[in-house]
């Protein structure tokens, strides 16, 4: 790791806390092992802990705890550890670690208009502080900030797909000049706590954001389903059993207000700002999934 990304890295993390310290928002402190974590159907094996004579999983997202967090506060972050097995061949993709930070943050009452605006205006914090505090590690790595002009252009996710085929990520990312939204992912393409939309069944309140230049997606994050029958209709169609997400339940079934968020993976914003090729470059101790670590 360069001395340049520590720099930005640190002023990165301290300018997300500025900004939404000044939005209202809490910090949570991070939840590294739970009873339930975000089930990820696609993407990773399970990493558990046992102890106390049951399993823990390795937080995968704080997404069930930040539901659980806003009865008490209705803006709360946290600055994230994640554990996700991602296959090895991710190792190579220059976006996957299998440990990573996400900033996870979550709003009571809020829609997918207001976190996405808040999306915008948290980039366009942190690219300021960026370029006013690190203009050196800046020139050294020879990047210039792309500009950030929000509101920032939005796609549906059936017109990426035919625009840039199903694999939409990569070509959208390669094709944009600046950071673009994708929303209205289908059910079945995402994970059951997603909001589906009450007027267009199948259809579901959230997005993610793609980083432009090739960097690929920034954030993932929408509206939640928190009605206990919703939640449970949702986890039958995915095939997944009611009895892992019991904690969730009961939960829900105690009242869970309607809530929306995202979560930002930290080292691949700073993976875009620096302009470098792997996350790895972003950490001074990185995870990289197949690859051994001597410290
Ligand atoms: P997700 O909820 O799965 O979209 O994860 C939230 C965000 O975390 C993503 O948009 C990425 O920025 C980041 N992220 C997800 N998986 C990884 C990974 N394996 N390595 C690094 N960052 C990741
Ligand atoms: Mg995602």
């Known amino acids: 790791m360069r001395k340049s990304l520590l720099k930005i890295t640190s002023v990165v993390l301290g300018a997300a806390r500025e900004f939404l310290a000044r939005q209202g928002f809490v910090e949570l402190l991070p939840v590294i092992l739970a009873p339930v974590t975000d ?3 696609h993407t ?9 004579g049951r399993e823990w999983h390795l937080t995968r997202s704080m997404i069930f705890h930040k539901q659980a967090a806003v009865r008490l506060w209705p803006r709360i972050f946290s600055f994230s550890p994640n554990i996700r097995l991602e296959p090895a061949e991710r190792g190579r993709t220059g976006r996957h670690l299998f440990e990573f930070v996400q900033l996870d943050l979550e709003m009571r009452e809020a829609s997918r208009e207001q976190v996405m605006e808040l999306g915008e205006q948290l980039l366009l914090f942190i690219f300021k502080q960026v370029e006013e505090e690190c203009s050196q590690e800046l020139a050294e790595l020879g990047r210039s900030l792309p500009p950030l002009n929000p509101p920032f252009p939005r796609i549906t ?3 990426a797909q035919q625009e840039y085929g199903p694999e939409f990520e990569g070509p959208l990312s390669r094709a944009a000049s600046t950071p673009i939204w994708v929303v209205d992912f289908p059910l079945q ?10 007027t267009r069944p199948g259809i579901l309140l ?11 997606e920034a954030l993932s994050g929408g509206e939640r389903e928190h009605q206990p029958e919703r939640i449970r ?4 169609a995915q095939g997944l059993s009611l009895r892992a997400y019991r904690p969730l339940l009961s939960l829900a079934e105690e009242g869970l207000p309607p809530s929306a968020g995202f979560g930002i993976g930290i080292e691949r914003l700073v993976r875009f700002i620096a302009g470098v090729d792997h996350v790895r470059e972003v950490r001074l101790f990185p995870r990289v999934p197949g690859e051994v670590s001597l410290l």
Request: hydrophobic share 30%; charged share 35%; aromatic share 16%.
């Open 189 to 198: 393409a995402r994970e059951f706590y997603d909001r589906e939309d009450p």
């Open 233 to 236: 209709k949702r986890i039958l």
């Open 157 to 159: 996710y059936q017109q």
């Open 39 to 41: 089930p990820l159907r």
């Open 206 to 216: 959230d997005m993610d954001l793609i980083y432009p230049q090739g960097f690929g």
């Open 44 to 52: 990773t094996d399970r990493a558990l802990v046992k102890a106390y």
